[in-house]
Each structure stands twice: as C-alpha cells, then as structure tokens.
C-alpha cells in the first residue's frame, strides 16, 4: 500500500495542485458543474505528479463527492420541501402583487 502513495507530507501538496488543475481544466470546459472534466483533469494532474491510478481515482471520487455532490443534498432536500409546501413565490414585484391580490380574494390573509 505504501508504494501506491507519495510520502505523506507531499500528498496534501499534490491534491491541492491536482484540485487547482482540475478546476481550471472544468472551468475552461462551460459544462455545468464542470462534471467529467473536472475528474478527468483530477486525475491527469495526480498521475502527471507521480500518484497510482488507482489511488488518484479514489482520491478524485472523494473530493468530488465533497465539493459537489454532499452539498447538494440540502438543496434538494429543501427544494422538494418547498415543492411539496407549494409556496412558490415569486421574487418579481408584479408577480407577487398579482399571487397576493388573489390570495386575498380567496380569502386567504
């Protein structure tokens, strides 16, 4: 296993200029979220510094996991609250003024 890793004080090194690499690499790509660019390059970075693919792989997954996906998860989770709640409201003034306008005709406050 050890041969598979950089020496440990390098590795943090390595995952922040393969992160750097990566986000340039998703950022220059215009796809949303930089998704498969952004491993892609992840990857690259890691094995042009020397790491195992099969630890630049597994490295690429956690970070991406981290940065993209786990945050999402509150997002959704209230996004599909507010979905069911049906409480849309819009941020546009008229828009409002029309929803609250018939919510006081409906006799809603």
Not at 17 to 40: D, I, K, N, R, Y
């Amino acid at each position: 296993m050890h041969d598979l890793l950089p020496p440990l004080p390098m590795l943090g090194a390595f995952l922040v200029a393969s992160f750097v690499l990566a986000s340039m690499v998703a950022t220059v790509s215009l796809l949303p979220g930089g998704v498969g660019p952004f491993e892609a390059g992840s990857v690259a970075a890691l094995r042009l510094l020397g790491v195992s693919l099969e630890v630049s792989v597994a490295a690429t997954l956690l970070v991406r996991g981290y940065t993209l996906w786990l945050p999402m998860l509150p997002g959704l989770w209230l996004a599909r609250r507010e979905m069911a709640r049906g409480t849309g409201w819009s941020a546009r003034p008229e828009v409002r003024a029309r929803d609250e306008a018939g919510s006081i005709a409906r006799g809603h406050p």
